[in-house]
């Protein structure tokens, strides 16, 4: 098949990963082309493998960091974004596509959905702009899909979506021989909760290592920085590569969403280097650990996850490896989507 991905438009599609929906696409495409699809990703300037004659220009904050949020744009970046997504249609519908994956939060792209087959991946809670779009009576807004149940359940479409769960890149994320502390990873933000993980290692007597960006430095500021000290290591955004070797010397992870996690791709690919996970049940987080050999305790509870971060790390290494390996591979993702392609295909066809 000959099928474009279209990327979030904010940050590029490169490593290290603004978070968890850049890798998902990166890990999408690299799973279809490995399959032998024709593939062309459309994504933020500064990505890797796009099409840069139609990339979105991102989002750039230098001089304004203060000011930055996921949500939000500088002055006049919205419609430098707006126009690039304008042009990217055009050429959608006149290269031939057998189908367009969208993972943006774009509501334009559903101008499209009644020329060509066009499937959306649900991956956060409902953005006010795709969801007034998606509600407009007697428009064609394609197919769906979600990462979670948690996620789809959220959002008001016009039939359910198809439930896919996230995976993993298991060249990457490899076993490890655990033995260290804890270890926390991803956006550092008010949402995440690193500060009780922070809390939650100290009230286990385990020491922290905790690795990602600052993406909202009040918070950083007023909540993280307060809280250093001999017992946890900070470290920056980190390559893949990097984040694998720090996770597999870890003896447990910290997940401790303070919002509906729409998926918690942290999760498993903590297990995958077979470090147990301790976390919060929230959101899609709940699914992804219900069955596995991990511990949930309730959002915001410290020293209930003090606790479970204790319990977990007694947990066979080899046992969390192989579970994520059954369930969240990256081959069974794929197929996965494959076939949900034909179907929206073949709903296409039959509509015409």
């Not at 929906?21 to 796009?50: K, M, T």
């Not at 407009?136 to 008001?156: I, M, N």
């Not at 976390?279 to 699914?287: I, V």
């Amino acid at each position: 098949m000959k099928i474009a991905v279209i990327a979030p438009t904010r940050y590029p599609i490169s490593e290290p990963f603004a978070g968890g929906l850049e890798a998902f696409c990166s890990l999408l495409v690299h799973g279809l082309r490995e399959a032998g699809h024709q593939v062309d990703l459309f994504a933020s300037r500064g990505s890797q493998g796009h099409v840069r004659e139609y990339e979105f220009p991102g989002v750039d904050w230098s001089g304004q960091e203060e000011l930055a949020t996921d949500h939000t744009y500088p002055q006049g970046h919205q419609a430098a974004e707006d126009e690039a997504v304008e042009r990217l249609l055009g050429h959608l519908l006149r290269e031939g596509y057998d189908l367009i994956h969208n993972n943006s939060l774009h509501a334009a792209i559903f101008q499209i959905a009644d020329r060509i087959p066009l499937l959306t991946t649900l991956h956060c809670p409902p953005v006010a702009a795709m969801q007034e779009a998606i509600a407009l009576p007697g428009r064609e807004v394609g197919s769906f899909a979600a990462v979670s149940h948690s996620t789809a359940a959220e959002w008001q479409l016009p039939e359910a979506p198809r439930v896919i769960p996230n995976a993993f890149n298991g060249t990457t994320f490899r076993p490890g021989p655990g033995g260290g502390g804890a270890v926390w990873f991803g956006r550092l933000i008010k949402d995440k909760g690193p500060h009780l993980a922070i809390d939650a290692a100290r009230h286990a007597g385990m020491p922290l290592t905790l690795l990602g960006q600052p993406r909202d430095l009040r918070f950083f500021r007023e909540e993280l920085l307060p809280r250093d000290g001999s017992d946890l290591t900070w470290l920056g955004g980190c390559t893949h590569e990097q984040l694998a070797e720090v996770i597999g010397r870890s003896s447990v992870c910290l997940v401790t969403p303070l919002w509906r996690e729409p998926f918690g791709l942290v999760t498993i690919e903590a297990m995958a280097c077979g470090t147990p996970v301790a976390a919060f049940a929230n959101g899609g987080t709940a699914e992804t650990l219900r069955h596995a050999p991990g511990r949930l305790v309730p959002a915001g509870d410290v020293p209930a996850l003090a606790a479970a971060a204790r319990e977990a790390s007694l947990i066979n290494r080899d046992e969390v490896a192989h579970y994520v390996r059954e369930n969240f591979s990256l081959e069974r993702m794929i197929d996965r989507y494959l076939s949900l392609y034909r179907s929206v295909r073949r709903q296409e066809v039959l509509a015409r």
